[in-house]
């Protein structure tokens, strides 16, 4: 499957000198747990709800005075467009990360990739096979 397939939903994105009440704001609006934080068009880093909580909870910061660049994941792991799942998941997994923005050549961010999609992808994929398998068994026969 092609990476494409995830760039059709808008991706949440903002400036990294938001601050994080804005970017918390944009997250709850959006339903989404991480926002894509650009600089002239191009990804420059990632803000996850995790960061929120780490760095502006953990730490007692106000999160009105806080700017998105402060804490943001800087320069984060990313996949080219033109790349695999297979790719993808080993990317995820060497990285240790939940979420990857998808890239085109020019780090313009096109989509981005959750391991929450990921498993519904390979949740549905295992049912049709299911599905596949117990359509072609006659029942009552070993």
Same mark, same amino acid.
């Given at each position: 499957?092609?990476?494409h397939?995830?760039?059709?939903?808008?991706?949440?994105?903002?400036?990294?000198?938001?601050?994080?009440?804005?970017a918390?704001?944009?997250?709850?609006?959006h339903?989404?747990?991480? %926002? #894509?934080?650009?600089?002239?068009g191009k +990804?420059?880093?990632?803000?996850? @709800?995790?960061? &929120? $909580? !780490?760095k502006?909870?953990?730490?007692?910061r106000?999160?009105?005075?806080?700017?998105?660049g402060?804490?943001?994941?800087?320069n984060?792991?990313r996949i080219?467009?033109?790349?695999?799942?297979?790719?993808?998941?080993?990317?995820m997994?060497?990285?240790?990360?939940?979420?990857?923005p %998808? #890239?085109?050549?020019?780090?313009?961010? +096109?989509?981005?990739?959750?391991? @929450?999609d990921? &498993? $519904? !992808?390979?949740?549905?994929?295992m049912?049709?096979?299911?599905?596949?398998?117990?359509?072609?068994?006659?029942?009552?026969?070993?």
């Amino acid at each position: 499957m092609s990476l494409h397939e995830f760039c059709r939903r808008r991706v949440v994105s903002m400036s990294r000198e938001g601050t994080i009440v804005e970017a918390c704001r944009l997250m709850e609006a959006h339903n989404v747990g991480c %926002i #894509v934080v650009e600089e002239d068009g191009k +990804l420059c880093g990632i803000l996850t @709800d995790r960061d &929120i $909580a !780490l760095k502006i909870a953990g730490e007692s910061r106000d999160p009105a005075k806080t700017r998105v660049g402060e804490v943001m994941t800087k320069n984060p792991v990313r996949i080219s467009v033109d790349k695999g799942l297979q790719e993808l998941t080993s990317l995820m997994h060497s990285s240790h990360v939940r979420r990857v923005p %998808i #890239v085109n050549g020019v780090e313009k961010v +096109l989509g981005i990739v959750t391991l @929450d999609d990921l &498993i $519904a !992808l390979i949740s549905d994929e295992m049912f049709e096979i299911g599905r596949t398998v117990a359509e072609g068994i006659p029942m009552g026969t070993a």
